[in-house]
């Protein structure tokens, strides 16, 4: 924490537990404001078709943040649904960056994460938010870091994607429901066959693609997430679509993943310590490398379940 800064009392102040890890200390934030209640994570259960335990957590950021995936012999999956609005900042992040006392006024809380990259913000309705934890030895940990985080990405890809599919088929039925004649419908059809066609171009176009390469940072991805590109993140033309961080410890490894469904750059930026040129700036690439979810939260977090309990490997 920086000389000179102080929490506002409702933030949550963290404290850093470490703990030896294949790539040294791993730290482990707490917050000291509350510990998460007991039954944070629900009862976690394996999904009929996998040994995945998969749940859905709700609380605040805080409880959230400072209650991870807690290390077992199997995987694990939560989704993680914040009751209040926060800028969750990077584990080694200087707290500097944040304007602390607008953060206070407008009643968002600040917290720290276990991973690193640079601060996001999270708001009840506002993003997809998915946790895995894999036990050490899990075929799906590959030694190279980077490597790890790429069947993530390839999981959003599709989830995404049949995301968009059920809700255009959705919207297709009932576009049929409302035809009224055999010589509507003739006309509807080949209105259909064209939009299809269109819908095909468009899809083409807006391809999504996992990263495979290094880090690719931008000008203020230090300080703010989703303007870099990572192994395993997801990208939708040239915009960072999926973030994902990771950390590992002895136990295993700890992937936290997010798409947004919106995002308010200015509102965001204006919380920063910066002078109104760079929260300019900052809020410009934001609007340039970000993009969002097209389909409804819950229609993407369910096709991640079923992705999920089908991942066998």
């Known amino acids: 924490m920086s ?3 102080r929490l506002p009392d409702h933030a949550v102040v963290v404290r850093r537990d470490t703990e030896a890890g294949p790539d040294g200390p791993a730290g482990s ?3 000291d404001e509350q510990d998460g209640p007991a039954e944070l994570n629900g009862p976690a259960k394996p999904h009929a078709r996998s040994a995945w335990e998969i749940s859905d957590r ?3 950021p805080a409880e959230l943040v400072g209650n991870p995936l807690q290390p077992s012999g199997v995987r694990r999956a939560a989704f993680c649904w914040p009751d209040a609005p926060a800028i969750i900042l990077g584990s080694t992040q200087d707290i500097a960056t944040v304007d602390v006392e607008r953060v206070r006024t407008r009643g968002v809380l600040l917290v720290r994460r276990h991973s690193g990259g640079g601060a996001v913000v999270v708001a009840p ?3 997809v ?3 895995v934890f894999l036990p050490a030895q899990d075929p799906l940990i590959d030694e190279d870091v980077a490597r790890t985080a790429w069947w993530l990405g390839d999981l959003w890809v599709r989830a995404i994607e049949h995301s968009e599919a059920t809700e255009q088929s959705a919207a297709t039925e009932q576009s049929e429901a409302t035809e009224q004649s055999e010589a509507t419908e003739h006309t509807h059809m080949d209105d259909r066959s064209d939009r299809a066609a269109e819908s095909g171009k468009m899809h083409q176009a807006d391809e999504l693609v996992v990263h495979r390469g290094p880090m690719v940072p931008s000008t203020w991805s230090r300080v703010v997430c989703f303007t870099g590109l990572g192994p395993g993140e997801v990208s939708r033309k040239s915009a960072k679509l999926v973030g994902i961080s990771q950390r590992r410890t002895r136990a295993g490894v700890w992937l936290h993943s997010m798409a947004l469904t919106s995002l308010d750059a200015s509102e965001f930026v204006d919380m920063l310590a910066f002078d ?3 929260r300019a700036d900052i809020a410009d690439e934001l609007e340039t490398n970000v993009a969002l ?3 409804r939260a819950e229609i ?8 999920l309990a089908a991942l066998d490997r």
Do not use: C, N
């Not at 993407?300 to 992705?307: Q, S, T």
């Open 125 to 127: 309705g506002r993003q």
């Open 129 to 131: 938010w998915l946790d």
């Open 276 to 278: 109104e040129q760079t």
């Open 293 to 295: 979810l097209q389909s």
């Open 58 to 60: 709700r609380g605040t």
């Open 300 to 307: 993407v977090a369910a096709h991640l379940g079923d992705g």
């Open 3 to 5: 000389a000179g800064i």
């Open 29 to 31: 934030d707490r917050p």
